[in-house]
């Protein structure tokens, strides 16, 4: 399974941006996605799930700005993020629970899978 992630870039405060992270492979089903965030020097953090049947998680820190939606069919997850400030500055990575076929025609136990990262940089 590969978490493909996009979208990340350079927006100054108050701007908008929307990254998307599409999974691939032999996926039976995804219970939740989501976005977690690291900035330099922090651990990383949620900023938001989403499970498979639509209930969201978002972190405080970006209620009423971020907006997560997910396309069950494509296996993919997007997230809206509005009026940005510097300190969403962060690498941004997605996240997926993904239950996969097992050869003998069942399932095998579900594992998260992390994307690659994607840079989101916040200018004052």
């Known amino acids: 399974v590969q978490l493909q992630a996009s979208g990340g870039g350079l927006v100054q405060a108050g701007g908008s941006l929307r990254l998307s992270c599409a999974a691939s492979g032999t996926i039976a089903r995804i219970n939740t996605m989501g976005w977690y965030r690291q900035a330099a020097g922090r651990q990383r953090e949620l900023v938001v799930i989403i499970g498979s049947g639509g209930t969201t998680n978002y972190a405080d820190s970006v209620k009423a700005r971020f907006t997560i939606s997910r396309d069950s069919a494509r296996n993919t997850v997007y997230l809206q993020m509005n009026s940005l400030k510097p300190e969403d500055t962060a690498i941004y990575y997605c996240?997926?629970?993904?239950?996969?076929?097992?050869?003998?025609?069942?399932?095998?136990?579900?594992?998260?899978?992390w994307g690659q990262g994607t840079q989101v940089t916040v200018s004052s």
């Open positions: 996240n997926a629970d993904v239950i996969r076929y097992s050869g003998g025609g069942g399932f095998l136990p579900s594992t998260h899978y």
